[in-house]
């Protein structure tokens, strides 16, 4: 079983830039892929950006070029640097690790990202 963590949200200026830290723990975590999602009040949690066990990624339209995802599997943590935060990217951030063999999915309880001025 894994567990999640999310840190390093907040509340930052547009144009700003924040690093998600998402701390895995539990066994074999370097085999499961990891994605960043995020959710505002009354919408469906979005995905952000994702990294495969192969370091394989993608983002989604609206962040990319601005948003990086990276994991440090020595460290079991994930990442996402965010830039040139825009308000709209203003919602709570969740971490999520899966297995596609397997067909878990484990969540992090989420970290809070505000952009305002």
């Known amino acids: 079983q894994l567990q999640l963590v999310e840190s390093g949200g907040g509340l930052v200026q547009p144009g700003g830039s924040l690093r998600l830290t998402c701390a895995v723990s539990?066994?074999?975590?370097?085999?499961?892929?990891y994605a960043w999602y995020r959710q505002t009040p009354g919408k469906e949690r979005e995905l952000v950006a994702s990294?495969?066990?192969?370091?394989?990624?993608k983002y989604s339209d609206s962040v990319k070029g601005r948003f990086t995802v990276s994991r440090d599997n020595r460290k079991s943590t994930v990442y996402l640097q965010m830039n040139r935060l825009k308000p709209e990217d203003t919602a709570m951030y969740f971490c999520?690790?899966?297995?596609?063999?397997?067909?878990?999915?484990?969540w992090g309880q989420g970290t809070q990202v505000t952009v305002a001025s």
């Open positions: 990294i495969t066990s192969n370091m394989a990624i």
């Open positions: 999520k690790g899966y297995n596609d063999f397997s067909g878990t999915t484990y």
């Open positions: 539990g066994f074999i975590s370097d085999t499961y892929h």
